[in-house]
């Protein structure tokens, strides 16, 4: 099947651990991003990477790091997790520009105790 | 920053009903996207709007794309049980970095 993929669905870890999300698109897209939902259900962007570079850089702690071995990956991996970081974290992608649709992964969601 | 209000929050109806949604946004967009999440999963595209003006339809599904490229409308005609999920609207800048802004969500309920 042709789709975003993200492991692990569900990760309960706590506070202080590293821990690493994985996304892995099939679409031939060109850009990945990451989103993060919190409990209010908001979606807000995260990363950006295009073909393996970074394009976009929200305000984000330096405690996320995304990784893009290649363009149809894009992973994840936070240092030092906090509570506030429980949410649910989306993969996209997309073709790079204004008329491409992002076509989501079904999330990950991580709870911090 | 740029941001999207939807409103209200939640939205309750009976099946057979048809529902309106609308989005409207500080800034200009040049797409407009309409996307649906249920429990458990990411959000899926419904509709997207390419140009000022636009009207399209899937389904029994239908949406507009402002004149001042401000807002967006979605309208669901003769819902059924399974429309019931989260429906944001989107918005998508210009550029070869653009980024996909968010509204808030409004979750539907259909009451059989």
């Known amino acids: 099947d042709t789709a975003v993929s993200q492991t692990p669905k569900y990760l309960v870890t706590q506070m202080g651990n590293d821990k690493s999300i994985k996304c892995e698109q099939n679409l031939g897209h060109d850009t990945m991003y990451w989103y993060k939902q919190d409990s209010k259900k908001f979606l807000k962007i995260m990363f950006s990477y295009n073909n393996k570079e970074l394009i976009i850089n929200e305000t984000v702690p330096n405690r996320f790091s995304p990784k893009s071995p290649d363009k149809a990956h894009l992973n994840l991996h936070i240092n030092s997790l906090e509570l506030g970081d429980s949410a649910v974290y989306f993969c996209a992608s997309s073709y790079r520009g204004t008329n491409s649709p992002l076509h989501f992964g079904n999330g990950t969601r991580l709870t911090v105790t | 920053g740029q941001q999207l209000n939807q409103s209200p929050q939640s939205m309750f109806i009976q099946e057979g009903e048809d529902v309106s949604m609308n989005c409207t946004s500080s800034?200009?967009?040049?797409?407009w996207l309409w996307y649906k999440q249920d429990p458990g999963e990411g959000p899926v595209l419904l509709i997207a709007l390419y140009k000022a003006g636009e009207l399209t339809s899937n389904g029994r599904l239908t949406a507009q794309f402002g004149i001042t490229r401000k807002d967006s409308f979605l309208n669901i005609s003769a819902s059924i049980p399974s429309d019931v999920g989260i429906y944001f609207c989107?918005?998508?800048?210009?550029?070869?970095?653009?980024?996909?802004?968010f509204g808030k969500g409004i979750t539907l309920s259909v009451r059989p």
């Open positions: 989107a918005g998508q800048d210009t550029g070869a970095n653009s980024k996909l802004t």
């Open positions: 800034s200009i967009f040049n797409t």
